[in-house]
Structures are given as structure tokens and as C-alpha cells.
């Protein structure tokens, strides 16, 4: 068997260490599908991994990379067939089961999807799970009634980070009004090229409310920083408005109360890519491919290496990682 590299955590007396080692298809976990990966992302979440935060990882050694691109090498399920470019994302992977900082992986083959027409895989992994969090929360809101023609703004908090670039050049490219929140204002001009028709201080939207409802100010929300700031857009929202929350970088703590929901009408959707529904997942795939301008995509997207990833991810725990960040595990 041929080697491949790999990032490999290891937990030595409470602390992990990311080392690349060369692999082989042996070491790999059982699965029905092994994929060459071609890339992978940096999310949140692997910056999380990557400094053994929040337990997400159970055992080691491991492999972390929460999604990633590729083509199928060789598959023991009638879906997928030796040469078919996928994609996987959610279902634990880079968590509970290796992931896609490897040059190879082997999954479940009800966790993959198929490539859509007209990505390229370093471009689904440029989107990557970020983005589809945000065409899910999208969707979401969609079927609350929001659209385009909804009389006011869309607000989309932590909008320097990958789920809040890829949000906000979504909903501006679906045509709403997008009202761009982050505590970085050096990056006002990325936001306002992203499509934001505005740029607001995140320190605004983190004191929690002094009453149970403030004026109403937002027709539908991406919330992707959770704690105070949730408190605080529930609070504000327009009636018969909605808040889909897909984040809680700013903490779980939730300090709210029932008159927003009661007298305003309005709602909160829990957002999560890890146990989509297949078919809900292709169609967002589907969506993601046909919206988004992909060459503006492309100049959001920088390029690393496996070796560049325990710095990426403190980097990115730090907020100092602008939109999307792909690893390519085969470059030296």
C-alpha cells in the first residue's frame, strides 16, 4: 500500500500534539468508501480540536478535519463508484472518526454526497461546512417566510468568519439587505465587498437588553456567535421574525425571556450541519453551487498546508482567520 501524509493528534498527559505522519490504507477506521482527499477546511470547530477544546475528540490517535472533498478510490456500497467526486461534511467526522487532514479517508457511505455541477472540490471545501451551515440557515428562514421582498434587514453576526462571509455574500447575492456585524474595523471594506449594505460594532449587539423587547429593528438574523449577542438580537427582532442560531463561540449561556416569542411572534432555529438530512443536504449543495459567485468565492479563499495547521487554529480561535481558509494534505 502506498503511503499518504496525515495530521495525527496524539494526547500525551492531558495536552495534544499534531504531528504529520505517513499513512497507510491499513491505518485507516472501517468504512464502505475510501476518497483521495483533495481538500479539506479550517473551521471553528477543527481550531477546537486542535487544541483539545471543549472534549469534542474521545480518543486518540486521531485525525481531525471536520469535512473535506475528493474523489472515491474504492467502495464496497452501489452509490458511489471508483472515480465519483464527493463530499463529506457532519456526521462527527473529524470528531468521533477521522477526518480530512489526511490524503486519504475512509467514511460511511451515507456520508458522502455528491459533488454538484459546477464546483470544483477545492471550491466545495472554500464553501466547506461553514457554508453549508449558512445555506441551511438560509433555508430556514426561508420557510418562516422570509425573501427578498420582506421589508427590512437581514443582520449576520461574527461576518469576518468563514460561516459569516459565506452568509453574508449568500443572502446579498439572493438580493436582501445584509447588515454586517464584527468587532474588527479594519475589515469594513471586506464586509461592504462581501455585498453588506451596512457594518455595525459587535460590542452593540453584546450588552445584554435592559427590558424584555427593544425597538424592532431586523427581519430575520444568522447568528453564528451565540451568548449575550443572541440575547440581545431575540430582543430586537421584527414581529414574526426569526433568529437561526448556528454558533456559540460567544458562550451557551442564554439569558432571554418568553415576550419576544409571545408578543412578537417570533422564532429561534437551531442550525446544525452534523445530522442533516441527506436530501435536505444535497439540495443545499445544489443551492450553494447555483448561488454563490464563485469567482468572488475564490478571492475569499487562501490555500495551507497540513504543517500550517496548529498555528491556522489558534489563529482562528483568536478571530485573526479572514473568510476561508482550504488545505490541500498532498502539498509540501
Known amino acids: 500500500m502506498s503511503a499518504f501524509p496525515a495530521l495525527l493528534l496524539t494526547e500525551e498527559d492531558g495536552s495534544v500534539r499534531a504531528s504529520i505522519r505517513a499513512l497507510t490504507e491499513a491505518d485507516l477506521p472501517p468504512g464502505e468508501v475510501t476518497v483521495r482527499v483533495a481538500y479539506s477546511?479550517?473551521?471553528y470547530k477543527?481550531?477546537?480540536?486542535?487544541?483539545?477544546?471543549?472534549?469534542?475528540?474521545?480518543?486518540?490517535?486521531?485525525?481531525?478535519?471536520?469535512?473535506?472533498?475528493g474523489t472515491v478510490e474504492s467502495s464496497d456500497s452501489p452509490a458511489f463508484r471508483p472515480g465519483d467526486a464527493v463530499i463529506c461534511g457532519g456526521w462527527r467526522v473529524g470528531e468521533l472518526h477521522w477526518g480530512g487532514y489526511a490524503g486519504k479517508a475512509r467514511v460511511k457511505a451515507d456520508w458522502l454526497v455528491p459533488l454538484p455541477l459546477g464546483l470544483t472540490p477545492r471550491r466545495a471545501m472554500a464553501i466547506g461546512t461553514a457554508g453549508l451551515t449558512a445555506m441551511l440557515a438560509v433555508m430556514a428562514l426561508e420557510e418562516t417566510g422570509l425573501s427578498p421582498a420582506t421589508d427590512g434587514e437581514v443582520l449576520v453576526t461574527g461576518a469576518?468568519?468563514?460561516?459569516?462571509?459565506?452568509?453574508?455574500?449568500?443572502?446579498?447575492?439572493?438580493?436582501?439587505?445584509?447588515?454586517a456585524s464584527?468587532?474588527?474595523?479594519?475589515?469594513?471594506?471586506?464586509?461592504?465587498?462581501?455585498?453588506?449594505?451596512?457594518?455595525?460594532?459587535?460590542?452593540?449587539?453584546?450588552?445584554?437588553?435592559?427590558?424584555?423587547?427593544?425597538s424592532e429593528r431586523w427581519v430575520g438574523v444568522i447568528d453564528g456567535v451565540g451568548g449575550s449577542t443572541l440575547s440581545?438580537?431575540?430582543?430586537?427582532?421584527?414581529?414574526?421574525?426569526?433568529?437561526?442560531?448556528?454558533?456559540?463561540?460567544?458562550?451557551?449561556?442564554?439569558?432571554?425571556?418568553?415576550?419576544?416569542?409571545?408578543?412578537?411572534?417570533?422564532?429561534?432555529?437551531?442550525?446544525?450541519?452534523?445530522?442533516c438530512?441527506?436530501?435536505?443536504?444535497?439540495?443545499?449543495?445544489?443551492?450553494?453551487?447555483?448561488?454563490?459567485?464563485?469567482?468572488?468565492?475564490?478571492?475569499?479563499?487562501?490555500?495551507?498546508?497540513?504543517?500550517?495547521?496548529?498555528?491556522?487554529?489558534?489563529?482562528?480561535?483568536?478571530?485573526?482567520?479572514?473568510g476561508r481558509v482550504v488545505i490541500d494534505p498532498h502539498a509540501v
Open 46 to 69: 477543527d481550531g477546537m480540536i486542535l487544541n483539545g477544546l471543549g472534549r469534542l475528540v474521545k480518543s486518540y490517535p486521531h485525525i481531525p478535519g471536520v469535512d473535506f472533498a
Open 160 to 179: 469576518v468568519g468563514g460561516l459569516g462571509s459565506i452568509a453574508v455574500l449568500l443572502l446579498s447575492r439572493l438580493g436582501y439587505r445584509v447588515v
Open 232 to 275: 440581545h438580537v431575540l430582543s430586537t427582532l421584527k414581529a414574526r421574525g426569526a433568529v437561526a442560531a448556528c454558533g456559540n463561540v460567544g458562550g451557551v449561556h442564554f439569558d432571554g425571556n418568553v415576550l419576544p416569542f409571545l408578543l412578537r411572534g417570533i422564532s429561534l432555529l437551531g442550525i446544525d450541519a452534523v445530522m
Open 182 to 214: 464584527t468587532g474588527r474595523a479594519n475589515q469594513r471594506d471586506y464586509l461592504l465587498s462581501l455585498g453588506a449594505s451596512a457594518i455595525i460594532d459587535r460590542a452593540e449587539l453584546a450588552v445584554l437588553p435592559t427590558k424584555p423587547l427593544l
Open 41 to 43: 477546511t479550517l473551521n
Open 277 to 322: 438530512p441527506t436530501p435536505r443536504r444535497i439540495e443545499a449543495w445544489r443551492r450553494l453551487a447555483e448561488v454563490l459567485p464563485l469567482d468572488r468565492l475564490d478571492a475569499l479563499t487562501s490555500e495551507a498546508h497540513l504543517a500550517d495547521l496548529p498555528s491556522l487554529g489558534a489563529g482562528i480561535l483568536k478571530g485573526q482567520v479572514r
